[in-house]
């Protein structure tokens, strides 16, 4: 490559991972055929690890309204979420574990057509919500993108929809009868402190909760990418890409 490697780019190791399923995407998909995939990957990795605008992109990763282009086509076909599901490799289903956490929004995100994008204000201020669960490795498997408005217990439901483990890890902020309840029917034994308003205070494996700071170091993880910790992007759609783009970072031990 004519670009000389720097921190934040893919090693030969990755690369080797990621490439015989980038050139299977593109062919399912129909995508660009364009010379350097990997060029543009390690592009993408840059903006999103250091929040820097598209303009900034360094000279050498190609030019910089060509490749966000193709970075937005990639995310509106869906190719990252498909490449970090073909990436994920024996996850570890024993038990899974699920939080939410606020990204904080850019003024320059704000603006988009077409509605508010998922970006919410609360007493925070105008923020983006991740709603992720996590393997018993502490590997992302699963995310939802909301309005930092929306409460984690609203959305656990459509989380945990279709996947199956022994145990569901959660904090308190999850307990409610519908959660546990579809847990249970999802084959999961829900691991949950039950909120001190309840009249009936159900056990919980207290030993096995303590595996819940797992979600959280997900979380420290993906926000070293500061086009995470603060949302730069104007659509939801851009921003799930550049989460999703995190997410396959873990998977690979870039982070």
Known sequence: MSNPYNRHDLTDENWNKLEPLITELLGKWGGCN????RLFVNACLW???TGSPWRDLPNGYGKFNAVHRRYKRWCDKGIWDKL?????DEPDYEWLMIDGSHCKVHPHAAGAVGGNQDMGRN???LNTKIHLV????????KFMITGGEVSD????VHLITGLKAEHLIADK???????????????MN???PPRKNRNEQREYDKHLYKLRHLVENAFLKLKRFRGIATRYTKTTSAFRGAVTLAAISLWLNLV
């Open 134 to 141: 996590v393997e018993a490795n502490g590997n992302p498997i």
């Open 47 to 49: 903006i999103i690890r």
């Open 190 to 192: 829900p691991v949950i």
């Open 34 to 37: 364009a010379g350097d995939n």
């Open 123 to 125: 007493k925070r201020g």
């Open 173 to 187: 902020g999850y307990d409610s009868d519908e959660i546990v309840r579809f847990a249970k029917k999802q084959g």
């Open 153 to 156: 217990f609203t959305e656990a």
């Open 84 to 88: 970090l599901a073909e990436l994920i």
